[in-house]
T-cell receptor, first 115, second 115 residues
Framework: DADVTQTPRNRITKTGKRIMLECSQT?????MYWYRQDPGLGLQLIYY???????NKGEISDGYSVSRQAQAKFSLSLESAIPNQTALYFC??????????????FGPGTRLTVL | AQSVAQPEDQVNVAEGNPLTVKCTYS??????LFWYVQYPNRGLQFLLK??????LVKGSYGFEAEFNKSQTSFHLKKPSALVSDSALYFC?????????????FGRGTQLTVWP
C-alpha cells in the first residue's frame, strides 16, 4: 500500500549492529503496529502504539525498541542485531475513529537478514 | 485469551473448483473477524471482515466468509478458484469488548490453485 511506506525494503547486516526500520503513513491513522513474519509462524506482534504517547509491548518485544516520533511515523530499532532476528518485518496502521477501526493496513515489508 | 487457528498449512485446489480456507477462533466475548491475503513479496491486503449483522460476508475478488458462532468459525470461501488466487491467507480476530483493540492473527494458510 502506497499509503504505508517502509524503509529500507531490504537490509543485510551483521551480528551486533544497531538497525532502525522506519515506517511512515499518510492515512491519518492514530494506531500503528510492528509485526515480524517467520515462515510457519504467521505474524507476531512486536510493539503497538495507539497514539504518540501510548506505546505497548506485543508478544515478542525482547531485543526490540520503538519510537513514535509523530502520528505518522513509527520506527523499530534492533539495538544489537542477532541472527534469529532475520525475518520479514511489517508495519501496519489502523483508525480508532471508525466502527471497523481494527481493519489494519500494511506496508510492503522490510526483509532483514542478520549474518 | 484470544487466539486464531488455521488448521491447514496448505490448501490445493484445481482452477474452477470451489475453495475453502478454514479458520476457528477463541475470544472471551464477541468477535470482530478479518481475512487478509498476502501475495509474494507484498504486504498483507484486507479481504473482508465480519463486524455484526449477516453471517455471510462478501469481500474482494469474489471471496466470502461465513461467521458461525456456535462453531466459532469464520471459513473463507470462493465458488470458483482462479490461479491468481494462489497466495498466503491469514485469519484475524479481535474481541470487540477489549479496550486494547489489537488483532490476533493465525499462522496462515498457503493456497495453491493449479491450472
Amino acid at each position: 500500500d502506497a499509503d504505508v511506506t517502509q524503509t529500507p525494503r531490504n537490509r543485510i547486516t551483521k551480528t551486533g549492529k544497531r538497525i532502525m526500520l522506519e515506517c511512515s503513513q499518510t492515512k491519518g491513522h492514530d494506531r500503528m503496529y510492528w509485526y515480524r513474519q517467520d515462515p510457519g509462524l504467521g505474524l507476531q506482534l512486536i510493539y503497538y502504539s495507539f497514539d504518540v504517547k501510548d506505546i505497548n509491548k506485543g508478544e515478542i518485544s525482547d531485543g526490540y525498541s520503538v519510537s513514535r516520533q509523530a502520528q505518522a511515523k513509527f520506527s523499530l530499532s534492533l539495538e544489537s542485531a542477532i541472527p534469529n532476528q532475520t525475518a520479514l518485518y511489517f508495519c501496519a496502521t489502523s483508525d480508532s475513529g471508525t466502527v471497523s477501526y481494527n481493519e489494519q493496513f500494511f506496508g510492503p515489508g522490510t526483509r532483514l537478514t542478520v549474518l | 485469551a484470544q487466539s486464531v487457528a488455521q488448521p491447514e498449512d496448505q490448501v490445493n485446489v484445481a482452477e474452477g473448483n470451489p475453495l475453502t480456507v478454514k479458520c476457528t477462533y477463541s475470544v472471551s466475548g464477541n468477535p470482530y473477524l478479518f481475512w487478509y491475503v498476502q501475495y509474494p513479496n507484498r504486504g498483507l491486503q484486507f479481504l473482508l471482515k465480519y463486524i455484526t449483522g449477516d453471517n455471510l460476508v462478501k469481500g474482494s475478488y469474489g471471496f466470502e466468509a461465513e461467521f458461525n458462532k456456535s462453531q466459532t468459525s469464520f471459513h473463507l470461501k470462493k465458488p470458483s478458484a482462479l490461479v491468481s488466487d494462489s497466495a498466503l491467507y491469514f485469519c484475524a480476530v479481535r474481541d470487540r469488548g477489549s479496550t486494547l483493540g489489537r488483532l490476533y492473527f493465525g499462522r496462515g494458510t498457503q493456497l495453491t490453485v493449479w491450472p
